[in-house]
């Protein structure tokens, strides 16, 4: 699982659990934002109660957490929701950089 996440040059990483309402309202936001960008981005979504000791290996002391790669490095740690508006945005220049 964790070599997947860095086969792509740009991908994003959704740290996240069922049971948390700012993980699911992030969930629903982030579907736009998958669909825009599937062509540019790999988008991956681990849920911390099926993958023991994630926590510790990314160092995620919050959820939800997003983490975007580019070219297998850290490149933005976003930490809560957002809205599809700023998750955009991010996308754009963290990883586009248009």
């Given at each position: 699982?964790?070599?997947?996440?860095?086969?792509?040059e740009n991908?994003?990483?959704?740290?996240?659990?069922?049971?948390?309402e700012?993980?699911?309202?992030?969930?629903?936001?982030l579907?736009?934002?998958?669909?825009k960008?599937?062509k540019?981005?790999?988008?991956?979504?681990?849920?911390?109660?099926d993958?023991?000791?994630?926590?510790?290996?990314?160092?995620?002391?919050?959820?939800?957490?997003?983490?975007?790669?580019?070219?297998?490095?850290?490149?933005?740690?976003?930490?809560?929701?957002?809205?599809?508006?700023i998750?955009?945005?991010?996308?754009?220049?963290?990883?586009?950089?248009?």
């Amino acid at each position: 699982m964790y070599i997947k996440i860095f086969k792509g040059e740009n991908s994003i990483v959704e740290f996240s659990t069922r049971k948390n309402e700012s993980c699911r309202r992030l969930s629903r936001e982030l579907k736009y934002t998958i669909k825009k960008y599937k062509k540019y981005v790999d988008f991956y979504r681990i849920y911390i109660e099926d993958e023991k000791g994630i926590t510790e290996k990314f160092g995620i002391k919050y959820l939800p957490t997003l983490i975007f790669f580019k070219n297998r490095f850290e490149v933005h740690r976003l930490l809560g929701y957002r809205n599809k508006k700023i998750l955009s945005f991010l996308v754009e220049k963290k990883l586009m950089k248009i």
